[in-house]
């Protein structure tokens, strides 16, 4: 490279890093950063990862016996193409080994306590959620039966939700052209956001109000649509090359990988979404927010010491 090359190149980085530096010092940008270290979210990224690769998916195996074939069927086409383990089935591995469910076996072999036994088990994925939106709203951890019990009902009502969303998703895909893309990316970005913000309200126990969650649901609701879309697109590359390196093994990697991916979004989503609610520079919409709530961003080294409740 000669002269004149590095210049160019110690000038680009030289702005690279002058830019970098105005935008660190922006507080709500260094608020953003403290919280997300506070909250370890990488590491509970994993562990909520792991909770649904655990306790989540054996329950969605168990219900697809019990549900109507459509439902199913749209549930198994939109795991496969957000995961990309559909092109990697086919291409790779020659069978596909995401469907062919025997609703009969399933049925005789699960039986009543053990479809008992899934669901409950399945609850630890509702109550790690929960443990992480209390933790990002420095809220108590509300334990016990009634704990229990919330956690079940939205673990239900989020199944439903979120297999309404796949059944409007294919209905909406249908769409030629332009206008019809945006039409069905605004309609899943308004619906997912809408279901979060419940989800928010309802695993805090209703100690936020509806005001203060709005960020976050919309953020959350945006983000999780972009990263479904864009996983159609990155992941079945990738679920492709696993899968012939490991096997059957590597479709299991891959939908781990996602999963991963996803918790990360929500979390960094719900920290974003507290954030935006509660940074006083936002003036008119931070004052319209942040009215219904009472608790205030926890000074410099308390993200662990519970806030009041509101």
């Given at each position: ?19 970098a ?86 049925r ?30 420095d ?21 439903v ?74 992941m ?39 954030v ?35």
């Open positions: 490279m000669d002269r004149d090359g590095h210049r160019r190149v110690a000038t680009t980085v030289a702005w690279g890093r002058a830019h530096e105005r935008v660190l010092r922006l507080t709500t940008v260094r608020r953003l950063l403290s919280a997300l270290l506070r909250l370890e979210v990488v590491d509970r990224s994993m562990a909520l990862a792991a909770q649904a690769l655990l306790a989540l998916l054996p329950l969605l195996v168990v219900a697809a016996a019990f549900l109507p074939d459509t439902v199913v069927d749209a549930g198994l086409d939109r795991v496969r193409a957000v995961t990309g383990i559909g092109a990697a089935q086919t291409s790779v591995l020659g069978e596909d080994v995401t469907g062919g469910v025997d609703v009969d076996q399933a005789s072999q699960a039986g009543v306590i053990g479809v008992l036994i899934t669901v409950f088990s399945a609850s630890s994925f509702s109550r790690a959620m929960q443990r992480a939106y209390e933790r990002v709203w809220q108590p951890h509300e334990g016990g039966l009634l704990g229990r019990r919330r956690s079940f009902v939205w673990l239900m009502a989020w199944l939700g979120l297999q309404t969303l796949a059944l409007l998703g294919g209905v909406l895909g249908r769409g030629t052209g332009i206008a019809g893309s945006v039409l069905a990316f605004t309609v899943r970005v308004l619906l997912a956001g809408l279901l979060w913000w419940w989800s928010l309200h309802f695993l805090l126990h209703q100690r936020v109000r509806w005001r203060p969650l709005l960020p976050a649901a919309a953020i959350t609701g945006l983000a999780i649509v972009a990263y479904t879309a864009g996983s159609t697109l990155v079945p590359a990738y679920a492709t090359s696993s899968a012939g390196e490991f096997g059957a093994l590597g479709l299991v990697l891959t939908v781990a990988t996602w999963l991963v991916g996803f918790a990360g979004v929500l979390l960094v989503s719900a920290v974003t979404g507290r935006v609610a509660e940074d006083p520079g936002l003036q008119a919409l931070g004052r319209w927010i942040t009215r219904g709530w009472r608790g205030a961003w926890p000074p410099r080294g308390s993200w662990r010491r519970r806030g009041p409740e509101s």
